[in-house]
């Protein structure tokens, strides 16, 4: 590592640089990530196949479960950066689990994917480790099809792990160093790129310990979470979808129709501003 100057502090980057992506997939496979990813491939199971659509698009690998296994999409996409790690894995998982899911190699801010072209876009805490979130998003917003979804798996910083991740000594080690923002900042980005926030939920309430028994002796937590402290939650769960507004009519120009002239009809009664009748000509 280099040495800062003297007389100036060493200089903390809290963004996780693009070489810390092969570090987060290791952490997902250690005992505390493999716990963490248990709970939210569970919940996906049960909100992926009400997502209607033909192609789901997953933005990053996290660990080794297949988190669109529940989607009805036949195409499913996967897009990673292309690390030695990721190809050997993509290639080892659809001879042995037969998964369905095409590995491609791209990046979250400039996918090479047609335009309006995806149903369902799947970004498991690819905001939490992304150098700017907004880009993201906007790419997101570009590929999916009008009244397509986004799911949003993401790190509640009002939670344990949040107190733990400001405990943590820089430069922070991953899953600290991601960014934990807000769920309410999260929506306004999402109202921001015209999108509709539909439902959610709060997952894993444990504490971020590594111990296997301490994380299964803290398992009460779990449905005890939902009841007493809802908020606290270590992940958050965000579905939304991309709004489309409805096309402007122009103005119509109404034209008066000439009335034929009837022999025979006495002339109209028309009202005066004083409410009395009169007949014209009189």
């Known amino acids: 590592m280099m040495r800062s100057l003297k007389g100036s502090p060493p200089a903390v980057n809290d963004s996780p640089p693009v070489s810390s992506r092969l570090q987060i997939i290791q952490w997902f496979d250690a005992p505390l990530g493999r716990s963490l990813q248990a709970v939210e491939a569970h919940k996906l199971r049960a909100v992926l196949p009400n997502l209607y659509g033909t192609v789901a698009l997953q933005l990053g690998r996290i660990g080794k479960l297949d988190l669109l296994d529940a989607s009805v999409a036949p195409t499913r996409i996967v897009a990673e950066e292309d690390t030695a790690w990721h190809r050997a894995h993509c290639a080892?998982?659809?001879?042995?689990?037969?998964?369905?899911?095409?590995?491609?190699?791209?990046?979250?801010?400039?996918?090479?994917?047609?335009?309006?072209?995806?149903?369902v876009a799947l970004l498991p805490h690819t905001l939490d480790f992304s150098e700017d979130p907004h880009p993201v998003l906007r790419e997101v917003s570009r590929v999916l099809r009008p009244e397509g979804h986004v799911v949003i798996l993401g790190f509640n910083p009002m939670s344990l792990w949040g107190v733990r991740r400001a405990l943590a000594r820089r430069p922070r080690a991953v899953p600290w160093s991601g960014h934990f923002f807000r769920l309410a900042r999260v929506k306004d980005w999402l109202a921001l790129l015209d999108f509709e926030c539909t439902h959610g939920?709060?997952?894993?309430?444990?504490?971020?310990?590594?111990?296997?028994?301490?994380?299964?002796?803290?398992?009460?937590?779990?449905?005890?979470?939902?009841?007493?402290?809802?908020l606290m939650a270590a992940v958050y769960l965000l579905v939304a979808r991309k709004r489309v507004f409805g096309m402007t009519p122009l103005p119509v120009e109404w034209k008066a129709r000439k009335q034929p002239a009837l022999a025979g009809v006495k002339p109209a009664v028309i009202g005066s501003a004083t409410g009395r009748y009169q007949r014209h000509g009189e």
């Open 92 to 119: 080892v998982e659809q001879r042995l689990t037969g998964s369905r899911s095409v590995c491609v190699r791209a990046q979250t801010h400039a996918l090479p994917i047609e335009t309006r072209s995806v149903d």
């Open 201 to 230: 939920s709060m997952l894993y309430y444990r504490p971020p310990v590594s111990g296997e028994r301490a994380m299964d002796r803290l398992f009460f937590m779990e449905q005890a979470g939902d009841r007493w402290w809802p």
